[in-house]
Structure formats: structure tokens, C-alpha cells
T-cell receptor, first 110, second 113 residues
């Protein structure tokens, strides 16, 4: 079952902050975050593991609440380049079977 | 490194035709997968493989076949194309390690008439 993302869309001005949430009905081993620009392939941003470890880009931060099966992606001081659709992907058991949410469209305006 | 490559970039089929979407990676990744992307539906997993000779079904496997005879290649076969298979198809690969970030190919845009 696909994880649920919220909000579905958000519009920001440059310099504003945003939070994108991802919630699963199943226990999670890891959560991935990807960004996709229009007409392009998704690009990896961050992975968060059960137990607290994480790996990703320096300017991106995220959290993973294992008990609540939720993750949040924090975008601070947004730039025009942050525009795109953000997807979370969940893995229930280190199986490499990554299931993605339906995405959050982020538009950053000057 | 070319990364993940997909061919063709665009394809138009008639209902009932068959075809194979090609995917190759040169990063020696064990894990490869196929996703389809439709408006409002996000990325849905069709099939995946954790190594040569090993494949498994994802969320939406019906109408598609895969095989993995080598580490590098993971073709996706449409047996009898239907208009419902009109979509953008992405292939991805990743290592089998703990930090298994996925690398996506550029995608194939398929239209079935």
C-alpha cells in the first residue's frame, strides 16, 4: 500500500520554509526522499533508517518517527531550484522493495 | 559511467502489440526495478530484482514480464499492449547495501493507441 503524503501541493516564496510529510500504515525499515523536476527522472535526496542513521544532501534535513511510521522532509530558506515534485519511498523490511507515495508538488516563486 | 540507460525514449504502440523496454546500468548494482508514472498516481512499482536470476512482483505487475539474466540488464516486456499501459516508465538501480539509494534512468514515454 502506498504511503500517504501531505500536503499534495504547496506554493512558497523564496526564502520561506516548508515541511512535507509521509505516513505509512506498515512498519518501516527505511524511508527515502526524492525530487523530480518536470520532464526529468527522480533524483535521490535522503535516506533515513530505522535506528536513526541517515544519509543525504547537506542542505536537506528530514526526520523519521519509527513508532508512528512517519517521516517529514524539511526545506528551509527555499530557493527557486527547490521547485519540483517530492516523493517519499518506503521499505518495510530491508527488501529493496521501495513503494512510493503519490508526491507533493512544490512551487517556489520569486 | 553512463549510469542507468533506457531505450527507447518514446514509443507508440497499437493495442495488442508486444514490445520490450530496455534498461541497463553500469554501476554493478544488484538491485533493479521498473516503475510506471501516471498523473496523480506517483511512481508505482511493477517488478523488481535483487540480483541476476531473481525477480519479484511489485504493486502493478499484471501485463508485464521481466527477466534478469545479467547484473547489467533488466528488460521489461509488454505481452499484449493495452491503452491502460500508456504511461512513463522508469527503470532504477541501487546497491544492496544499507544505504540503497536508487538511481533512475531518463524514462520511456509509451503511448498505446
Amino acid at each position: 500500500q502506498q504511503p500517504v503524503q501531505s500536503p499534495q501541493a504547496v506554493i512558497l516564496r523564496e526564502g520561506e520554509d516548508a515541511v512535507i510529510n509521509c505516513s505509512s500504515s506498515k512498519a518501516l525499515y527505511s524511508v527515502h526522499w526524492y525530487r523530480q523536476k518536470h520532464g526529468e527522472a527522480p533524483v535521490f535526496l535522503m535516506i533515513l533508517l530505522k535506528g536513526g542513521e541517515q544519509k543525504g544532501h547537506e542542505k536537506i534535513s528530514a526526520s523519521f518517527n519509527e513508532k508512528k511510521q512517519q517521516s517529514s522532509l524539511y526545506l528551509t530558506a527555499s530557493q527557486l531550484s527547490y521547485s519540483g515534485t517530492y516523493f517519499c519511498g518506503t521499505d518495510g523490511g530491508a527488501t529493496n522493495k521501495l513503494i512510493f507515495g503519490t508526491g507533493t508538488l512544490l512551487a517556489v516563486q520569486p | 559511467n553512463a549510469g542507468v540507460t533506457q531505450t527507447p525514449k518514446f514509443q507508440v504502440l497499437k493495442t495488442g502489440q508486444s514490445m520490450t523496454l530496455q534498461c541497463a546500468q553500469d554501476m554493478n548494482h544488484e538491485y533493479m526495478s521498473w516503475y510506471r508514472q501516471d498523473p496523480g498516481m506517483g511512481l508505482r512499482l511493477i517488478h523488481y530484482s535483487v540480483g541476476a536470476g531473481i525477480t519479484d512482483q511489485g504493486e502493478v505487475p499484471n501485463g508485464y514480464n521481466v527477466s534478469r539474466s545479467t547484473t547489467e540488464d533488466f528488460p521489461l516486456r509488454l505481452l499484449s499492449a493495452a491503452p491502460s499501459q500508456t504511461s512513463v516508465y522508469f527503470c532504477a538501480s541501487g546497491s544492496s547495501g544499507v544505504y540503497n539509494e536508487q538511481f533512475f534512468g531518463p524514462g520511456t514515454r509509451l503511448t498505446v493507441l
